[in-house]
């Protein structure tokens, strides 16, 4: 049992340090830009006769070169997912149809009046990345 112990004692004592030497993991970054805050995407449900019948995701990030509205939207990106995700929701259940593609141009001016409400100023401008549509039967 001492001989046991005996090894055991250098095992932890190198452990700790090689845990810390470890190289630490990039992070992955959208763009060199600091400007640009990508949003996870979101996901509003495509009503179709009365039944929900597929999913909408969009895609997008804000470009914001104002410092202190970056902050800002950064503090009230809770408040501002939740205007994102009624918004989509809205425009999910009265104007996207299975059948035809959704206007982007649409999506996009209607994320940008969006922001510019729940911000109470312009200056955060919506890049639109993806619509995509996931069609159920």
């Given at each position: 049992m001492r001989h046991f112990i005996a090894l055991l004692l250098p095992l932890a004592v190198i452990a700790p340090a090689q845990?810390?030497?470890?190289?630490?993991?990039?992070?992955?970054?959208?763009?060199?830009?600091?400007s640009y805050m990508m949003l996870e995407p979101f996901y509003a449900t495509i009503i179709n006769g009365g039944r929900?019948?597929?999913?909408?995701?969009?895609?997008?990030?804000l470009d914001i070169?104002?410092?202190?509205?970056?902050?800002?939207?950064e503090h009230a990106m809770p408040v501002l997912r939740d205007?994102?995700?009624?918004s989509l929701l809205t425009f999910s259940a009265t104007a996207?149809?299975?059948?035809?593609q959704p206007d982007v141009?649409?999506?996009?001016?209607?994320l940008q009046r969006v922001t510019d409400r729940t911000l109470?100023?312009?200056g955060a401008r919506v890049l639109l990345a993806q619509v995509a549509l996931r069609v159920t039967h």
């Open positions: 845990a810390d030497d470890a190289p630490q993991r990039a992070e992955h970054k959208i763009t060199q830009s600091v929900p019948s597929g999913m909408l995701m969009v895609a997008f990030g070169p104002d410092a202190t509205l970056r902050a800002t939207t205007a994102y995700v009624r996207v149809r299975v059948a035809q141009n649409e999506i996009c001016d209607r109470k100023k312009k």
